[in-house]
């Protein structure tokens, strides 16, 4: 027997037990391990088997980093098809979390059983995927139609009691030794002669499927796909599991996922999924720097961005403390909490119990001198540098020694900030995204005095409520706002060119961001940036730079919160509409200046928001501001809703080659000018060298 794969008898049933830390997902000797256990078994004089996991986790499915490599038997199907066939009962005994190649091995056996705090589920379409080893023709036998789709289109697991009685799995053992709850349902199972469940066996009558309920579900799915294929091919799938004998669904699920797993769609979903695991790994700390504790949080602004963050700690049960500068704006920013959580509520998301126990865990002050006991400090005042540096010495005055005074600064220099105390070491950026409480990205910025274990417990607080984190070192605008300049510029330079709002908008809508970047400005506010503009001394002197948004402000239509920006706004339902005004305002404007306007493809579109960020990214790597390409693409998806499926700007300009993404800067140099147009000097070297982000990635590690 292989060394993940352990073997034993306890009371005449067959122990199968996978030990593959940290997962147990399916590599190549799991396989065979269970294959060759299952096969001796039926020979052997025990009355049944269970199959069960060491570790934290059940069996958490295929595993992702054979996808791409030559297969190596035995393969899945042919496991599941030894389990299947078994002539005594094999039990799945499920805790952690039974997920997607795993949960389908659960379902070729005859039972499954669960401890109360089990999952189960089906998250191949977070990676591009579909359940390939029979996954979307066991569970619609099983569950029913809608319920596989919703399951297998959604990827969300489903706990234990729930799975129950979707009907997903048999019996919910008690207490927490799964192993010992499943020996016994073996045992009652074979005292009570229950027969060899095998679900290939049930057949779904057509006549129980609503007629149309396949294109309904495909029509709904389209529209929120953002250059997503899996979930059709998903519906594809189920639907041929619909009156058709097991070994017909089968061969098209098979069919439908080797298309998926060679799809860039995958492979960029697939390069997330590690990119989100890697970014929270430092490179220059070991895996055990001591954390600090924290216990007690105090966010020091209670605006926008404040009330979010105080809501992150109190979620996962951290007190937090709100620091504002009266009465007044310290009850508007707990009002505003309580109705943020009023609506979660309405949503289902949480119960009345667990809301009162989150708003438990939040105070209000307006005396820093409240704070002598926090461990961790966030602030997020205005982003003034003056105002902070205050605020900073003010905290050094008040914060027991060794408490992490964290700014959330968008743009100010962390270094700054830090020199206003006598504790630099304790700083650091804690970047949070809006809406706070929702939005997954944290970028962690590193000053330069940071101290390791303040680093490691910024990183490690922000997985703890649920964040996901990237590492930045200090710059304007850190990685991802830093970024964001080109594209921001682009989107309104492509007006002067020749481009409706609409046009610039839906291109990138069509690459899959979730709202364009002038669509974006209304939201956020064109005030915003104006006001940035102001003070900045750095940008070219160039009367068409940001012209429209100038000009859009100075008609004090500031976005969605006036009613028009670069669209207009229905007052009742917010729906944005293109406006003739603005379309004939940019026509004037252009011949004003000179700008001699032509049709613009989508293409060109695309290449002149998209390739600046990649510039600009190409820039952040040389300086070492960001660690790897991948933490880049992380910040992206997670902070700019950037299409998973094409995997982040650093991964989407490999799959576009960077030799193409080099030489059309280059174009666009000599049609528009070095001060916006100069390709990043690693950009030109990896593109005359043929490589790729990932590959250099690879090499600096
Ligand atoms: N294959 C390979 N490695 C995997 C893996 C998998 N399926 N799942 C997790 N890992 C690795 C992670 O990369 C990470 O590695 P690292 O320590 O080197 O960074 C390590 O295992 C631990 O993972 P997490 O940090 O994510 O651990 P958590 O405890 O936070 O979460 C988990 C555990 C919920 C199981 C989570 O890892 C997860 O969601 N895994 C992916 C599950 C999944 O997508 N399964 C479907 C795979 S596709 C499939 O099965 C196809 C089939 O239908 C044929
Ligand atoms: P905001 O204007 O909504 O809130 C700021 C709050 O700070 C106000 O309620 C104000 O009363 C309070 N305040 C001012 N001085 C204070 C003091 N001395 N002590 C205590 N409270 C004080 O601002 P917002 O949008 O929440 O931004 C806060 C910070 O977060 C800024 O640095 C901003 O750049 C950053 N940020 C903002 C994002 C956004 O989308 N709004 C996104 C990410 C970061």
Redesign the pocket.
């Known amino acids: 027997m292989s060394n993940v794969v352990s073997y034993q008898v306890v009371d005449n049933i067959g122990v199968i037990s996978v030990n593959n830390p940290p997962v147990n997902a399916l590599a190549q000797v799991v396989r065979a391990g269970i294959l060759e256990a299952v096969t001796a078994a039926q020979n052997d004089a025990t009355d049944a088997l269970v199959l069960r996991c060491e570790g934290r986790t059940f069996i958490a499915g295929a595993d992702i980093t054979e996808f791409g490599k030559p297969p190596q038997g035995p393969g899945l199907p042919e496991v599941l098809g030894a389990i299947e066939n078994s002539t005594k009962p094999v039990i799945a005994a499920i805790h952690g979390t039974a997920l997607g190649g795993g949960f389908e091995v659960s379902l070729a056996c005859h039972y499954r059983c669960a401890i109360a705090s089990a999952k189960v589920g089906l998250p191949e379409v977070k990676l591009g995927l579909l359940p390939g080893a029979g996954g979307t023709q066991r569970v619609p036998r099983i569950a029913g139609v809608k319920v596989a789709l919703d399951m297998i289109t959604s990827g969300n697991p489903i706990g234990a009691e729930k799975a129950k009685a979707l009907n997903l799995i048999d019996e919910v053992v008690g207490g927490d030794d799964v192993q010992a709850g499943a020996i016994a349902y073996a045992k009652e199972l074979v005292a009570s002669g229950a027969p060899l469940k095998r679900i290939r066996d049930i057949t779904i009558d057509p006549a129980t499927v609503e007629p149309g309920f396949f294109d309904a579900a495909r029509k709904q799915l389209a529209a929120r796909a953002r250059g997503q294929i899996a979930p059709d091919r998903i519906v594809s799938c189920i639907e041929a599991a619909v009156g058709q004998p097991m070994d017909a669904g089968l061969d098209r699920e098979r069919e439908l996922f080797m298309e998926l797993v060679s799809s860039p769609e995958s492979a960029a979903m697939r390069h997330i999924f590690f990119a989100e695991r890697q970014a929270a790994k430092i490179k220059d700390l070991p895996r055990d720097t001591p954390l600090r504790e924290v216990k007690k949080v105090a966010v020091?602004?209670?605006?926008?961005?404040?009330g979010g963050i105080a809501m992150c700690f109190a979620n996962v049960g951290i007190k937090v403390v709100m620091?504002?500068?009266n009465d007044e704006?310290l009850a508007?920013?707990l009002g505003i909490i309580e109705k943020n959580y009023a609506i979660t509520m309405k949503k289902g998301k949480l119960t009345e119990a667990q809301v009162a126990q989150c708003m438990g865990a939040i105070s209000g002050t307006t005396d820093y001198g409240d704070l002598a006991d926090v461990d961790l400090v966030i602030?997020?005042?205005?982003?003034n540098l003056e105002?902070?540096k205050?605020?900073f010495a003010k905290l050094d005055a008040v914060c027991k020694p060794g408490a992490i005074l964290a700014?959330?600064?968008?743009?100010?220099d962390i270094d700054a900030i830090a020199a206003a105390t006598k504790r630099p070491q304790d700083v650091l950026g804690m970047?949070?995204?809006?809406p706070?409480n929702v939005m997954k990205l944290l970028e962690v910025v590193r000053g330069e005095k940071t101290a390791d274990d303040a680093l490691a417990t910024a990183m490690a607080i922000g997985k703890k409520i649920g964040k996901v984190c990237a590492l930045s070192r200090v710059c304007y605008g850190f990685i991802g706002n830093r970024m964001l300049g080109g594209y921001g510029r682009e989107s309104q330079m492509l007006l002067l060119d020749g481009c409706t709002p609409a046009q610039v908008d839906s291109a990138l809508e069509g690459f899959g961001m979730a709202m364009g970047p002038l669509a974006m400005g209304d939201l956020?506010g064109l005030d915003v940036g104006y006001k940035a503009r102001e003070g900045r001394t750095d940008l070219p002197n160039d009367p068409k730079l940001y012209r429209m948004g100038t000009v859009l402000v100075e008609m004090d239509r500031f976005g969605q919160k006036t009613g028009a920006g670069f669209y207009k706004y229905d007052p009742a339902t917010r729906a944005r509409m293109n406006d003739p005004e603005i379309e004939a305002l940019i026509k004037s404007e252009a011949a004003a200046l000179g700008v001699e306007q032509r049709e613009v493809s989508e293409q060109e579109i695309l290449e002149r928001c998209l390739y600046p960020l990649i510039n600009e990214g190409a820039l952040i790597l040389e300086e070492g501001i960001a660690q790897r390409p991948s933490d880049i693409d992380v910040v992206y998806v997670f902070g700019y809703a950037f299409p998973a499926p094409k995997g982040g700007p650093m991964h989407y300009a490999d799959h576009v080659g960077l030799k193409n993404v080099y030489d059309k800067i280059c174009e666009f140099r000599d049609r528009y000018g070095e001060d916006y147009w100069k390709p990043a000097p690693l950009l030109e070297k990896l593109a005359k060298e043929g490589k790729t982000f990932a590959q250099w990635g690879a090499e600096q590690e």
Do not use: C, D
Request: net charge negative; aromatic share 12%.
């Open positions: 020091i602004g209670g605006g926008t961005m404040g620091v504002e500068i704006a508007r920013g602030e997020a005042v205005f982003e105002l902070k205050e605020i700014s959330n600064t968008s743009y100010q970047h949070f995204f809006s706070a956020a």
